[in-house]
Nanobody
Framework: VQLVESGGGLVEPGGSLRLSCLAS????????MGWYRQAPGKQRELVAE????????YGDAVKGRVTISRNNYAKNTVFLQLYGLKPEDTAVYYC???????????????WGQGTQVTVSL
């Protein structure tokens, strides 16, 4: 599974940003799709995740300020809409998916390369 993230950048406090993550490959079936973030000197933490049934799980630090969704047709792209951004949201945001190998029958975890989000005046 290859993951390509986009949409990061510099935004002012109170602003919004939309991140995208495209999953590609030929021999897998997606299970969960989500976003994590890591700020300098801090542990990586959950931002939001979609399970295979469409249920959502949001990190406490961002609840009420983010929405996670998938594209309706191919369901291979996950979006993260961030609202009301604060300086403490500054971090590298990583896409993470879990997927079943259609040939191996095993569940693997895959991470994107990360996209920087900076919230500052």
């Amino acid at each position: 599974v290859q993951l390509v993230e986009s949409g990061g950048g510099l935004v002012e406090p109170g602003g919004s940003l939309r991140l995208s993550c495209l999953a590609s490959g030929s021999t897998f079936r997606l299970n969960t799709m989500g976003w994590y973030r890591q700020a300098p000197g801090k542990q990586r933490e959950l931002v939001a995740e979609l399970d295979s049934g469409g249920g959502t799980n949001y990190g406490d630090a961002v609840k009420g300020r983010v929405t996670i969704s998938r594209n309706n047709y191919a369901k291979n792209t996950v979006f993260l809409q961030l609202y009301g951004l604060k300086p403490e949201d500054t971090a590298v945001y990583y896409c993470k998916v879990t997927a079943w190998g259609t040939e191996t029958g095993t569940l693997g975890s895959y991470w994107g390369q990360g996209t920087q989000v900076t919230v500052s005046l």
